[in-house]
């Protein structure tokens, strides 16, 4: 493993600070390294594996387009790209679908067709866009620019302009950025990356009206907290507001490259052939992984599913919380869960790994609970336990 690693630091630009484990392979709610040791995953690729590993009606459906087609052009149709697109229409209440290859180019399509419909309308490209403070979209220039955290930005500057930040929760914040140039709102109905801030309900139905109000669009980032993950399919569903563009990833392939942006017709509208494109997103193989992701979700009837064990996992962290010192505050929404700490969970989440559990943390202070979807009460129990012995 040493050997791997030392080749892999001299190979791999240091854009990370990995731990140092090799994963090699999965099984369930299981990884494995390659020298043999079994972790319990609460990590999920960072909310990716909603399925778990190995699901063997998954993988046929994948290895059975490789052997068909792997990828056409955007030249053509192809059929997994339709059924797909009509999945997460219907799953999302969205009305159109654009594919890309990960969720920062998710992010830069909703971006491009935001501006593409002010423009349309006020026939100029100065516009506005407001984001949040804590807020994460991705690393391309363009969601960086709208991402609310100066430590991943600074060195990158100038990005692209007409970004205003407000306050995450804040209605007046909003008011007060808001001008004739504001063309969007972009959020994450749950921050997650930012350290697990669920939107306030009044909140998000109070945006949604100034939005209306005045033709502004409403973003909803739901990469991470979207595909079930909160308990609803997406999480505006379980605010009952809803976006007019929204993205989504992460989870939308369970392990295979696919992001999206989606939206209401008249948002649609904006776009006209040569406005944007990508030679991969949307081709028959990771369409086909959308398709299996999106038939696995009804088979296992896994909303139902997160929604009970959610339930205990938030129960069982906020009774840890309370036995624990050192612990701030229990936040989240379904299997999107964090602990706060008052001192930084580095440590904590090493020890976990070398007790043979995967946690990833949210922040400095935020242990982060982002588990395959597919976990069951006694995997609560089985990481709570190791959590408490790494703690205590
Ligand atoms: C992970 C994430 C992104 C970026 O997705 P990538 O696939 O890493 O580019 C954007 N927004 C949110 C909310 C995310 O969690």
Redesign the pocket.
């Known amino acids: 493993m040493e050997e791997y690693i030392n080749e892999a630091e001299h190979l791999l630009m240091h854009t990370y600070s990995r731990y140092k484990i090799i994963l090699d392979k999965g099984d369930g709610v299981y990884l494995y390294d390659i020298e043999g040791k079994k972790y319990l995953d609460f990590g999920a690729g960072?909310?990716v594996f909603a399925l778990g590993y190995g699901n063997t009606e998954y993988n046929a459906a994948l290895k059975a387009q490789i052997d068909k087609l792997l990828h056409t052009s955007n030249y053509f149709y192809n059929v997994p790209s339709i059924k797909a697109a009509s999945k997460l229409a219907a799953a999302s209440g969205m009305d159109r679908v654009f594919f890309t290859n990960?969720?920062?180019?998710a992010?830069e399509g909703a971006i491009k067709l935001a501006r593409k419909y002010y423009y349309k309308k006020h026939h100029t490209g100065d516009s506005q866009i407001i984001a949040m403070n804590k807020s994460?979209?991705?690393?391309s220039m363009g969601?960086l620019s709208v991402t609310g955290q100066p430590s991943y930005r600074v060195a990158f500057e100038p990005l692209i302009g007409g970004v205003v930040f407000a306050d995450f929760n804040s209605v007046e914040d909003i008011r007060a950025k808001i001008n004739e140039k504001t063309c969007a709102i972009i959020l994450?109905p749950v921050q997650?990356?930012g350290g697990i801030y669920p939107a306030e309900g009044e909140y998000l139905k109070e945006v949604r009206k100034i939005c209306d109000e005045q033709d502004i669009l409403l973003i909803f980032?739901e990469?991470?907290?979207g595909m079930g993950r909160t308990g609803s399919m997406f999480a505006w569903q379980e605010y009952g507001v809803k976006p007019d563009i929204l993205?989504a990833?992460?989870a939308l392939g369970c392990g295979v490259p696919v992001?999206a942006f989606a939206a209401v017709e008249k948002v649609c509208q904006a776009f006209e052939p040569g406005d944007h494109g990508t030679t991969y997103g949307g081709n028959p193989f990771t369409a086909a992984a959308v398709n299996a992701v999106f038939d696995q979700y009804e088979k296992l009837n896994l909303i139902e599913h997160v929604k009970e064990v959610s339930s205990y996992l938030e129960l069982s962290l906020e009774e840890f919380a309370k036995s624990h010192s050192g612990i701030k505050e229990r936040r989240g929404k379904g299997l999107l869960q964090g602990l706060e700490f008052e001192y930084p969970v580095k440590e904590i989440i090493q020890k976990a790994m070398d007790n043979n559990l995967i946690l990833f943390s949210a922040g400095s202070n935020v242990l982060r609970f982002i588990p395959p979807l597919v976990i069951t009460k006694e995997h609560v129990d089985e990481m709570l336990e190791i959590l408490k012995k790494v703690i205590e």
């Open positions: 960072i909310a990960s969720g920062t180019e992010i994460f979209h991705g690393r969601a994450e997650a990356e980032d990469i991470q907290c993205t990833a992460k992001g």
